[in-house]
């Protein structure tokens, strides 16, 4: 059995802040690990993923994720928030290819100028 | 880039009535799943659809549903009998199947709402 928990439905940061998104997951197998950004009106689309190559992930748009096996966790990370940021974004879990994805609670991310 | 469709946007539906919710997958996909949220909820998995049988399924996803490819290119989501709980966004998505991690790719969803 998988879950995922994002500590945070709501965040608010100021534009050239740091952005931080927490997740932190269970899986009874070694997961495979995503963050997903949904921007209004739209899907979801892929920001980064694990694949247990290297523990520190770089994705789209400067985002950054760190797996951390000891702590189950797999956080998101910006240096410097953009406005263009302001979305929701979604940590999820699976256990092999063609798995099902499951999700945290989603984070809406909001910038302040 | 090629991405997945999803028609019709938005799908209003009457109590007990059945509604179809089309996909286009991205071409060269071999793995097609549905996922739903319920508004203010996670996202949640349904089914994944594989060499065209269902691979997985969630224990939502009861006698009510169905899911198809009816031909080389769309994937649907059948709701027999729709009932007020069923109101929510349809997510589709599609993976290569290029092995573990495998990324899903999704549409933009059909908000369904049940009066």
């Known amino acids: 059995a998988q879950s995922v928990t994002q500590l945070g439905s709501h965040v608010s940061v100021s534009e050239g802040a740091l952005v931080l998104l927490r997740c932190n997951y269970s899986?009874?197998?070694?997961?495979?690990l995503f963050w997903y950004v949904q921007y209004p009106n739209q899907g979801l689309q892929l920001l980064l993923k694990y694949t247990s190559a290297a523990t520190l992930v770089k994705g789209i748009n400067g985002f950054e994720a760190e797996f951390k096996k000891s702590e189950t966790s797999f956080h998101l990370t910006k240096p410097s928030a953009h406005m263009s940021d302001a979305a929701e974004y979604f940590c999820a879990v699976s256990g092999s290819a063609g798995n099902m994805l499951t999700f945290g609670g989603g984070t809406r991310l909001m910038v302040k100028p | 880039e090629p991405e997945v469709t999803q028609t019709p946007s938005h799908q209003v539906t009457q109590m007990g009535q059945e509604v179809i919710l089309r996909c286009v997958p991205i071409s060269n996909h071999l793995y097609f799943y549905w996922y739903r949220q319920i508004l203010g909820q996670k996202v949640e998995f349904l089914v994944s659809?594989?060499?065209?049988?269902?691979?997985?399924k969630s224990e939502i996803f009861d006698d009510q549903f169905s899911v198809e490819r009816p031909d080389g290119s769309n994937f649907t989501l059948k709701i027999r009998s729709t009932k007020l709980e069923d109101s929510a966004m349809y997510f589709c998505?599609?993976?290569?199947?290029?092995?573990?991690?495998?990324?899903?790719?999704f549409g933009p969803g059909t908000r369904l709402t049940v009066l």
């Open positions: 998505a599609s993976s290569e199947d290029r092995g573990a991690p495998d990324t899903q790719y």
């Open positions: 899986s009874s197998v070694p997961p495979y």
């Open positions: 659809f594989y060499n065209n049988e269902i691979s997985e």
